[in-house]
């Protein structure tokens, strides 16, 4: 049969297959879905032996899943974990295969408090490893401090609370509050600002640094790394109590000791009135038991002494005595020393005459005449002598002469450099010689040299 020409004609179907479906669909979502960020939880996660990583991120409403080639995962900087939250940078597309709608995952890093967690563990290593937080380095504090300086928000709970339990336990203390921000990008600046100036002003002699609880964000500024230096830097002891009990920053762990809370911390830097109260009155009443056994040792003393006290009157009596005895005796020993003196002047007078310099001069001058007399005698005799001797040497002397040499007619000739010519290869034709005769001296020059 043949349809008849004015049946209606059926519209033409066009017909995909399953594969070329799922083709297009992944065309559409990869066009139209640059890459995007998305954050959320990992879960189902399979590490096949091919390198690549599979698993499913979600939220509280919705889940998706993802893959990561071999090529991508090995630059991530961490492991990542069933239940880690992370932030992923993807491509939207479909697993043509079985039409699955999935997400592939070109970066990934941890999202949230994974990432702070990860920043501070790598944090407190390297600290560590330099020595930060030794027990060696971390100081005393004081067991009565002068001024407690804390540095925390004026606003925040925590200074509440440490202000409650001072005023409990010890509220003569002096307390100086350095106000900053404890959270946020301002507060770690403004931390290591305020432990430098409580260092530089010296006003307090222990430091507290503390803030409330929050989340591991809130507490970021305490895991500073400049902050954790500014606290190791600090000539004054530093407490830490930031966040609850459970809370654990860098701070705490460079700090010289560390408060689970900021009550916790006001107790641990603040004395006990009570304690110290009886204290004192422990004291006070040893210093009184000693006072009194004290005088009382003092008065037995006194009525010891007493007993042996003389009168004034018989002591007097006792002393002018005494004086009267060193009056004799001054006495006699200055006549007896009179009459030494006497005996020992006249001894002295007599050796004086002796020693009279008009008869000493006397003896010296018989001496001094009969000195001149032998030097008058001897001398003339001295005199011819030695005159002699003068002749006899006078006539070596003349005998080895050059000189008389020279009056016999011999002559010294001697070149311009006053070199004595001795020998005939000592000089040469046209040399000026000088000629010294017996009587004056001739310049001459060598005509002629005759070897003899």
Known sequence: MFPDDNTPTQPRREIYSIAQLNREARTLLEGNFPLIWVEGEISNLARPASGHIYFTLKDEQAQVRCAMFKMRRRLLGFQPENGSAVLARVRVSL???????????????????????????QLKQRLADEGLFDAARKRPLPDLPRCIGVITSPSGAAIRDVLSVLKRRFPAIPLLIYPVPVQGLDAPPAIVEALRTAARRDECDLLLLTRGGGSLEDLWAFNDEAVARAIVNSPIPVVSAVGHEI????????????????SAAAELISPDRDEWLDT???????????????????????????????????????QAQRLDELEQRLSRALH?????????????????????????????????????????????????????????????????????????????????DDRIVRKTSEANIGDPLHVRLGEGRLNCRVEDIHED
């Open 280 to 318: 004192l009155r422990h004291w006070r009443s040893r210093l009184i038991r000693a006072i009194q056994s004290r005088l009382a040792h003092k008065q037995q003393h006194l009525r010891a002494v007493s007993r042996h006290l003389k009168h004034p009157g018989q002591r007097l009596q006792d």
């Open 336 to 416: 007896s020393r009179l009459q030494h003196n006497e005996a020992r002047l006249g001894t002295l007078t007599v050796r004086l005459h002796s020693q009279s310099p008009q008869r000493q001069l006397a003896t010296l001058q018989l001496r001094l005449n009969a000195d001149r007399q032998r030097l008058h005698a001897a001398m003339p005799q001295r005199l011819g002598g030695e005159q002699q001797h003068l002749a006899a040497l006078a006539r070596a002397l003349d005998t080895v002469s050059p000189l008389a040499t020279l009056g016999r007619g011999y002559a010294i000739v001697q070149r311009p």
């Open 247 to 262: 809370d654990i920053t860098i701070a705490d762990f460079v700090a010289d000791v560390r408060a689970a809370t900021p």
């Open 95 to 121: 697993y043509e295969a079985r039409g699955d709608y999935q997400l592939i995952v070109e970066h990934l890093e941890e999202a949230g408090d994974g990432r702070l967690r990860r920043q501070f563990e």
